[in-house]
């Protein structure tokens, strides 16, 4: 960690003009852990610009969780006037370059990429990798740089890193929660982040839209070889227009289905893409299925988005799920009967 921090912190000496760039349909980990390097580099002197091509979600379009989310700049960004350009790119939370969207383009390529990421799937795309699959956000990671090079962490800074660590974890539920991640989190509330913030900010609030959608997707459940799944169709979304794309909570509900082991949600967008979001239970992985149809994610939690109508991406999802499934069945079986 220290060497990655050392190299980054070459690479940040000689660079004046950065561009930071987090995921489509970005979370809380993708803009807390953007604007809160943007606010530490910015206190070093550097000029910085956030960019998102989808925007800031509504819920973290707040001062109490997000300052500075009225910074980020969601067209495509284009290289400033000649001899202006971005000497530095900055991925936050991206696992592999198409989660950069339209924001980043080819024009950008002459800057240095630096590719931040707590992704077990991430491709390593940068010319400069700072991933760490044990992390539990890309914010903590970003933290523990702060850390290492002394930077100070100003109150705006350490509200929008604690919530990308909030949102990431659940509030701390999941398991790469670790003593040192608890430590950290007292560390930026003492430097004037509110946890109750993010807490009921946003991991708890929902617009009414969200909740009727929620209601129609329930609605429609299966339940098939240990796998709960629902399909969003376009006409189900049209009903409930205030709904954006990067809501997790239903997934992360379904999850806590005790007969199953994997959650699924299949949601059609107007593009022609199905967005797939998964879930697992303990001992069980979704990435490298992820993975493997063109996404990724985290072992207990990943997605993808299939070019495929709705019904097909149904069967084609549910088909790699079963095959990793079984396999995964029968590795916990014969670990079990070493026991
Ligand atoms: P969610 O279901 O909350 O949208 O995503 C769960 C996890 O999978 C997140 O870590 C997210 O970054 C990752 N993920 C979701 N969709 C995609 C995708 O299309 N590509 C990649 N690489 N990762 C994804
Ligand atoms: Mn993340």
């Known amino acids: 960690m220290i060497d990655a921090a050392e190299a980054i912190h070459s690479l940040l000496s000689a660079s004046q003009r950065v561009l930071l760039i987090s995921h489509v349909a970005p979370d809380g980990d993708a803009i807390g852990s953007m604007l809160g390097l943007k606010w530490l580099l910015e206190a070093q002197g550097r000029a910085v610009v956030a960019a998102n091509q989808d925007g800031v979600p509504y819920l973290l379009r707040s001062d109490q969780v997000a300052p500075g989310w009225q910074s980020v700049v969601h067209a495509p960004v284009k290289p400033r006037r000649p001899g202006r350009g971005y000497d530095l790119v900055i991925t936050l939370d991206c696992s592999d370059m198409q989660r950069l969207g339209k924001t980043y383009s080819p024009s950008l390529a002459h800057a240095p990429l630096v590719n931040i990421d707590h992704h077990i799937t991430n491709l390593g795309f940068g010319a400069f990798n700072l991933v760490d699959p044990a992390a539990s956000s890309t914010a903590e990671i970003v933290v523990r740089l702060?850390?290492?090079?002394?930077?100070?962490?100003?109150?705006?800074?350490?509200?929008?890193?604690?919530?990308?660590?909030?949102?990431?974890?659940?509030?701390?539920?999941?398991?790469?929660v670790t003593p040192a991640l608890l430590g950290m989190a007292q560390r930026l509330m003492e430097s004037g982040a509110s946890l109750q913030a993010v807490n009921e900010g946003v991991l708890d609030r929902r617009n009414v839209d969200t909740i009727c959608l929620w209601g129609q997707a329930l609605n429609a459940l299966h339940l098939e070889e240990r796998i709960i799944w629902t399909a969003i169709p376009l006409a189900m979304r049209?009903?409930?227009?205030?709904?954006?794309?990067?809501?997790?909570?239903?997934?992360?509900?379904?999850?806590?289905?005790?007969?199953?082991?994997?959650?699924?949600?299949?949601?059609?967008?107007e593009d022609g893409l199905v967005d797939v979001g998964m879930r697992a239970a303990a001992g069980f992985d979704v990435a490298q299925v992820a993975l493997a149809l063109g996404g990724g994610g985290h072992p207990r939690a990943a997605g993808c988005s299939l070019r495929l109508p709705l019904e097909q991406a149904v069967q084609h999802v549910l088909g790699a799920l079963k095959g990793a499934l079984a396999e995964q069945r029968r590795a916990n079986a014969a670990v079990e009967g070493q026991r």
Do not use: H, K
């Open 146 to 176: 702060a850390e290492a090079l002394a930077w100070p962490i100003g109150p705006e800074a350490a509200q929008c890193l604690l919530t990308g660590i909030v949102t990431d974890t659940q509030s701390f539920r999941v398991g790469n």
């Open 238 to 269: 049209g009903r409930c227009q205030g709904v954006e794309q990067s809501d997790s909570g239903l997934a992360n509900f379904m999850a806590g289905a005790e007969e199953a082991d994997v959650a699924v949600i299949l949601t059609e967008r």
